[in-house]
């Protein structure tokens, strides 16, 4: 059984800095894409960021390019979310994503199947 579980939200002030953890399990990790996506009340899913299975190159939405970093660490079966200069609207439910068993693209949530994890809470507050 797939088992996406999230960690590291919490609450930090504009321009403050979270990590953000992702432990897999259940599949073939280092086969697979990962992401990280967001949802906040009212709104759909976001698609943030995508990386590839090996590490090796990494894809960001425009609303977090430069601030959001991607990694993963294959040995350990994680993927990772550094999230600096945080704003306001950056407040969400945040979720890591696994690739979609037959599509083979990285941009977008329908690259990704739909988070199964409980996800972690981003607040970006003063």
């Known amino acids: 059984e797939v088992q996406l579980v999230e960690s590291g939200g919490g609450l930090v002030q504009p321009g403050g800095s979270l990590k953000l953890s992702c432990q897999a399990s259940?599949?073939?990790?280092?086969?697979?894409?990962m992401a990280w996506v967001r949802q906040t009340p009212g709104k759909g899913l976001e698609w943030i960021s995508g990386i590839t299975p090996n590490g090796d190159r990494a894809y960001y939405g425009d609303s977090v390019q430069g601030r959001f970093t991607i990694s993963r660490d294959n040995a350990k079966n994680a993927v990772f979310l550094q999230l600096n200069s945080l704003k306001t609207e950056d407040t969400a439910m945040y979720y890591c994503a696994k690739g979609k068993y037959g599509v083979y693209c990285y941009v977008g949530t329908e690259c990704y199947d739909p988070p199964r994890g409980q996800g972690t809470q981003v607040t970006v507050s003063s």
């Open positions: 259940g599949f073939m990790f280092t086969l697979d894409r």
